[in-house]
């Protein structure tokens, strides 16, 4: 009788625990996740930022682009922005393309991130540089 | 009588009474046990709700070409009934224009695309507001703008030709905080309410580099 009791309350006790732990397991997924998501678009906005400080110092844009996409910056962004707490598992591809409506002072800038866990987030921003100043706008951001 | 077999009634009480004793004590046990297994779970909800708030808020203003602290669209719009501030709304304008508010009967974060669509996207909010910052005169450095000097003129007209109060166009990045209490009321004392406060820098408004 004892033996049948104390079974059963134990019983219990595991399915109880197991519930816990399940929604614990998946509750730290779920924020693991998120955690990714976040990092990858924050790495992909700083792949855009790199490659608007590269091009702020070459004069003449269409020598970059010449008419076609160019890949501008591929690799760990920890390379590439040589140095600082960056996660070296964070893989940033920056494309940059001609104005798609042919406008020749403007560029179109692709960022990809690619964190660990395979998430991935992509940044387009379309850029001009003032002529007045030199300094260079967004345009859009999206 | 001598000698019958059986349990005298002594003997019967006892083990009843042990019995008794054996039992309660695990529901006692199980009971709370079986609390802390549902709070676990509306914890977990209460935590995906405040993801999705945050993460769709943020979404819809990082990418804004514009923000509203007000609500604009065909549907009950603030501009049209003279108001041009409420401190729990605010307007992402872009491609498709999108309003957050928050229900105040119902405790709802309401989504409004602009047009007829109004539904609710996060339930059990207790508060949410929006503060507002710009660029400083001088610098770059980003200063709260009161709500005071967003409603005081001087008005111009934006290409929806709405009137806009000079210092909404000033800007530049959106402080979100958002509290959420559990859905069940009965687990509150478990599950205590939860809030966030995060900024985002509006990319599109971004000062040139």
New interface residues.
């Given amino acids: 009788m004892a033996l049948v009791?104390v079974l059963m309350?134990m019983l219990?006790?595991l399915a109880?625990g197991a519930?816990?732990a399940m929604?614990?397991l998946?509750?730290s997924t779920?924020?693991a996740n998120?955690r990714d998501g976040l990092q990858a678009l924050y790495a992909a906005e700083a792949g855009i930022d790199l490659a608007?400080?590269r091009l702020?110092s070459i004069a003449d844009w269409q020598t970059v682009v010449k008419g076609a996409s160019v890949t501008l910056l591929d690799g760990r962004l920890a390379d590439l922005l040589q140095g600082g707490t960056v996660d070296s598992r964070v893989v940033v591809t920056v494309t940059v393309s001609p104005d798609p409506n042919g406008h020749e002072g403007i560029l179109a800038l692709q960022s990809s991130a690619i964190v660990s866990g395979g998430i991935r987030r992509t940044v387009q921003m379309s850029i001009r540089r003032?002529p007045a100043?030199g300094?260079?706008?967004?345009l859009?951001?999206? | 009588m001598k000698g019958r077999a059986g349990f005298t009634m002594v003997e019967t009480l006892v083990a009843t009474m042990i019995t008794v004793s054996v039992v309660g004590a695990v529901l006692a046990v199980v009971g709370p046990a079986q609390a802390v297994v549902r709070a676990q779970g509306e914890a977990a909800d209460l935590q995906q709700r405040l993801r999705a708030a945050a993460d769709v808020l943020a979404g819809d203003l990082r990418a804004a070409g514009a923000v509203r602290p007000y609500r604009v669209g065909a549907l009950r719009d603030d501009g049209l009934a003279g108001v041009y501030y409420r401190p729990d709304t605010v307007t992402a304008l872009g491609e498709t224009n999108r309003t957050y508010y928050l229900k105040p009967d119902t405790f709802e974060l309401m989504q409004y695309d602009g047009g007829v669509s109004d539904f609710p996207m996060v339930e059990h909010v207790v508060a949410l507001a929006f503060e507002y910052f710009g660029a400083d005169g001088a610098g770059r450095a980003l200063v709260r703008i009161d709500p005071g000097i967003l409603i005081d003129g001087p008005w111009s007209e934006d290409a929806s030709r709405r009137l806009v109060d000079a210092d909404v166009e000033r800007i530049r990045d959106v402080r979100i905080s958002i509290r959420l209490e559990a859905t069940a009321s009965s687990l509150r004392r478990l599950v205590p309410d939860q809030d966030i406060t995060f900024d985002v820098a509006l990319r599109n408004l971004a000062p040139p580099r």
Avoid: P
């Fill in positions: 009791t309350a219990m006790m109880l519930g816990v929604t614990t998946t509750e779920i924020a998120h608007v400080s702020r003032r100043t300094e260079i706008e967004i859009s951001w999206r």
